[in-house]
């Protein structure tokens, strides 16, 4: 079993920044992929950004340039800087946490608001 628990989230300008933090505990050693989704008023949830045990990281096109993903592998832990943010970028964030089997983890969610 993983445990997943993301934080940092927040209300923030447009064209601010904002740190994610997902970290990760129980049976880490089986982790070989981390990411990031967000959920919007149609409800879909969609890819932000992912990040492999190798470091291999995928970006949705939306945000390329403004997010960056990066692993801490000492903690077990997924951060996502976000900058020059908008207001189609305000969602909730939910860290997804992949174990060989596969078996799928997800954090309890972290809600972005852009706005001024």
């Known amino acids: 079993q993983v445990q997943v628990v993301e934080s940092g989230g927040g209300l923030v300008q447009p064209g601010g920044s904002l740190r994610l933090s997902c970290a990760a505990s129980g049976r880490v050693f089986s982790i070989y992929h981390m990411g990031w989704f967000r959920q919007g008023p149609d409800d879909s949830r969609d890819m932000v950004a992912t990040?492999?045990?190798?470091?291999?990281?995928d970006y949705a096109e939306s945000v390329k340039g403004r997010f960056a993903i990066s692993r801490d592998a000492a903690k077990n832990t997924v951060y996502l800087q976000m900058n020059n943010l908008k207001p189609e970028d305000t969602a909730v964030y939910y860290c997804r946490v992949v174990e060989y089997g596969p078996t799928i983890y997800w954090g309890q969610g972290t809600q972005v608001t852009v706005s001024s």
């Open positions: 990040i492999t045990i190798g470091g291999t990281t």
